[in-house]
Each structure stands twice: as C-alpha cells, then as structure tokens.
C-alpha cells in the first residue's frame, strides 16, 4: 500500500531553515504528481507546493514563493521541501500528499518557527 513517511521538522528561529524530506513507497512514484500541504494550529489543511513527476515543473502559494524549493528525486523515490527564511507564519505540521488525493499523505512532520 501507499506509504508515506516526513522527516526533517523541529525547531527554528524566524529566518532560519529547514529541509523536509518525505520517503514514498507502495506505489511508482516517478509517475505521480506530489505536493506538500501543512496544517496550522486551529486551522484547515493548506497547500504548499506542487511538483510535477518529470520534476520540470513546480507551483508554489503565494506566501512561501521565493522561500521554499520543491524538489524530488524519483531514483530515491523521495521528495523534499527546501525551506528558508522561515516566518512564524510557517508553523505547522507538514504532510507530502499525493497531488490527485490529498487524503493520501503520511503522518507529518512538525515545523515551529520561533519569532
């Protein structure tokens, strides 16, 4: 089955950085699209960031444009978020996801930027 696993949280300072990295297995990820959603405290789940599986192309919201880098090497079926310039605004969990059913996502990894 489709498993998932986040790794590379913690703690930070505002402008700091952090690298994400979400080990995929149980399905052939070079041929799927993936994303990384987060979920603040109190609030929805969100989106982040889209990378296509021809990894050429990559989509990002608006607030962590500039910021963050989706990357994802199909070799080792792994899929990465490069963070920096972290804000206290980026607190939250964060989850990899299938991009065509976000339900389909791992256990997260908790992200806390400290102001």
């Known amino acids: 089955q489709v498993q998932l696993v986040e790794s590379g949280g913690g703690l930070v300072q505002s402008g700091g950085s952090l690298r994400l990295s979400c080990a995929a297995s149980?399905?052939?990820?070079?041929?799927?699209?993936m994303t990384w959603v987060r979920q603040a405290p109190g609030k929805g789940l969100e989106w982040v960031s889209t990378?296509?599986?021809?990894?050429?192309?990559?989509t990002y919201r608006s607030s962590v444009q500039g910021r963050f880098t989706i990357s994802r090497d199909n070799a080792k079926k792994t899929l990465y978020l490069q963070m920096n310039d972290l804000k206290p605004d980026d607190t939250a969990i964060y989850y990899c996801?299938?991009?065509?059913?976000?339900?389909?996502r791992g256990q997260g990894t908790q992200v806390t930027v400290s102001s």
């Open positions: 149980g399905f052939t990820f070079s041929t799927r699209a």
């Open positions: 996801a299938l991009d065509t059913d976000r339900r389909v």
């Open positions: 990378i296509y599986n021809t990894a050429d192309r990559a």
